[in-house]
């Protein structure tokens, strides 16, 4: 019995970290209609950022939020200089469809050999600011500690500050205009450009959250090669698309759901099938539920 808790606990932990994940897609996917496979790069390059301030002051407090912020600037940045006038110089069947997913594959490898140039062999360490040993129940230690409060903790904060910003806020109801119709938007008098750095700088502080998150629940060091912020990537889009693309509290429902069922299969089934199973997932979301959990036919949902 303490066996399937434990499990369970375990998946809503790494589910919970895939959900970051998938927020930070599903909100550059809400604001400029992209799927942005550079994600995990941008993560990966936060966290470093995070491991340096964390070797500098000792805080973890400190280098969280610096973290955040690096992982906005980057990803604002990529939009700015990289994506924007890609996207000018082509068609609009191009935009939604083929560049952009080819630019940010392509961006995905820039940004792991740069920071292969820069780090080498050289690692980053973040430690837990909190304890990662499991309470303690009827004399049975449960896979459930102060660290994985604060991961839950940190998901739940996001996904309603986030979906408050998209359904009360001007700055909400201007992302979403501006993804959908952009011409009308910019009539409307909306800075359509700035608000969609706006959108890309929000994922890219959500996505370094993730990574930083991912380490401190994993090995707690990173390296230019770290597979797990691939196995990140991956996972938080499969969620993204489970949840419905186009809604965050789907994302964390399909980051949730995914744990939950790789960590089952990854207790009793065994390890070597866990990126399988993703995979298989994601093959059978698309095609009997291709909307997601939350997300509905012709409609779009916060």
Avoid: C, H
């Avoid at 706006?198 to 060091?221: M, P, R």
């Amino acid at each position: 019995m303490f066996q399937f808790i434990n499990t369970l606990l375990i998946g809503i932990t790494a589910g919970s970290i895939y959900s970051l994940m998938a927020i930070a897609i599903v909100l550059v996917w809400r604001s400029t209609r992209v799927i942005n496979f550079a994600q995990g790069g941008l993560a990966l390059a936060s966290s470093f950022v995070g491991a340096a301030v964390l070797e500098k002051t000792g805080s973890f407090w400190v280098s969280l939020p610096i973290a955040m912020i690096a992982g906005a600037i980057f990803s604002a940045a990529i939009e700015f200089f990289f994506l924007r006038p890609l996207l000018k110089r082509s068609g609009e069947k191009e935009q939604e469809i083929f560049l952009p997913i080819i630019a940010t594959l392509g961006l995905l490898g820039i940004i792991k050999t740069v920071l292969n140039f820069i780090y080498g062999d050289r690692i980053g360490v973040i430690t837990p600011p909190l304890s990662d040993k499991g309470f303690v129940i009827s004399g049975e230690s449960i896979a459930l500690s102060p660290m994985r409060l604060l991961i839950l903790g940190t998901v739940v904060v996001l996904m309603v500050v986030l979906t408050l910003i998209f359904q009360r806020t001007n700055l909400g109801l201007s992302l979403r205009a501006s993804s959908f119709a952009p011409e009308i938007s910019r009539l409307a008098g909306v800075r359509v450009d700035l608000i969609r750095t706006v959108g890309w700088a929000i994922s890219g502080a959500a996505g370094a959250t993730a990574g930083i998150l991912q380490t401190t629940n994993g090995s707690g060091s990173i390296s230019p090669e770290s597979f797990e912020f691939s196995l990140l990537l991956v996972f938080g889009f499969v969620a993204a698309v489970i949840g419905g693309i186009e809604s965050l509290v789907g994302a964390v429902l399909g980051g949730l759901t995914l744990g939950i069922i790789l960590s089952i299969i990854l207790m009793y089934v065994g390890g070597s099938l866990v990126f399988f199973a993703a995979f298989l997932i994601l093959i059978l979301v698309l095609l009997l539920r291709p909307q997601g959990i939350i997300g509905a036919k012709g409609g779009r949902r916060a």
